[in-house]
């Protein structure tokens, strides 16, 4: 049972506009929740977080917007660079105390010029 | 700072030998965990530990053992290698006592198993 849904395996933006990950979970005790990034033969790293007592974080060019009535959260990039294109993972976290993460199974961007 | 390291990068192996995937962090972080990622899936958890001397089974911890005896390290063993093994691992960590902190990743070791 999937937990932590990316149900977009890719997406494609024009350089300049406005590239929107989408992810869903099921869980309500999951109270922490990550995106990150990761290129091909290299680890996951992290790009952006956000708490459950938030519904928006903002850093730079990378804004997360959570919405828990819906269990839903998104990753708004913008503007779209080529050096984004990337796979990116959604991640949640906060159901014991040993912060285990639990991934969705990733989006693939493409930023094409 | 060097962060997660993963030793060896590449494996191939033999269906029914053993190995240890290696991981040592420097940043003196208690927490640290095992993952693996199949191709067009998600990273799932194999093993944690909140610190030396502890550690816990994850979602697929089957066919896997770890040890943690200091802080820095936290192997990963296959005794009886299978075809289903074959994967990308992940060893991560970060700092107790901040759930806001994120996981730090090494850059994996990729088995595959013939």
């Known amino acids: 049972d999937q937990q932590v849904k990316q149900n977009s395996p890719s997406l494609s933006v024009q350089e300049g506009r406005i590239s929107i990950l989408n992810c869903d979970y099921t869980?309500?005790?999951?109270?922490?929740f990550l995106w990150y990034k990761k290129y091909p033969a290299e680890g996951p790293t992290f790009l952006i977080s956000?708490?459950?007592?938030?519904d928006k974080n903002e850093d730079g060019r990378f804004t997360v917007f959570l919405n828990k009535s819906a269990k839903h959260l998104s990753l708004h990039i913008v503007p779209s660079q080529p050096g984004d294109s990337a796979v990116y993972f959604c991640?949640?976290?906060?159901?014991?105390?040993?912060?285990?993460?639990?991934f969705g199974t990733g989006t693939r961007l493409q930023v094409f010029p | 700072n060097a962060g997660v390291t993963q030793t060896p990068k590449f494996r191939i192996l033999k269906i029914g030998q053993s190995m240890t995937l290696q991981c040592t962090q420097d940043?003196?972080?208690?927490?640290m965990y095992w993952y693996r990622q199949d191709p067009g899936m998600g990273l799932k958890l194999i093993y944690y530990?909140?610190?030396?001397?502890?550690?816990d089974k994850g979602e697929v911890p089957n066919g896997y053992n770890v040890s943690r005896s200091t802080t820095e390290d936290f192997p990963l063993r296959l005794e009886l290698a299978a075809p289903s093994q074959t994967s990308v691992y992940f060893c991560?960590?970060?700092?107790?006592?901040?759930?806001?902190?994120?996981?730090?990743f090494g850059d994996g070791t990729r088995l595959s198993i013939l």
């Open positions: 991560a960590s970060k700092r107790q006592g901040d759930s806001n902190q994120p996981q730090h």
């Open positions: 956000i708490s459950s007592i938030k």
């Open positions: 530990s909140v610190g030396a001397g502890i550690t």
């Open positions: 940043m003196n972080h208690n927490y």
């Open positions: 991640a949640a976290s906060g159901f014991d105390n040993s912060d285990k993460l639990i």
């Open positions: 869980n309500s005790m999951f109270d922490y």
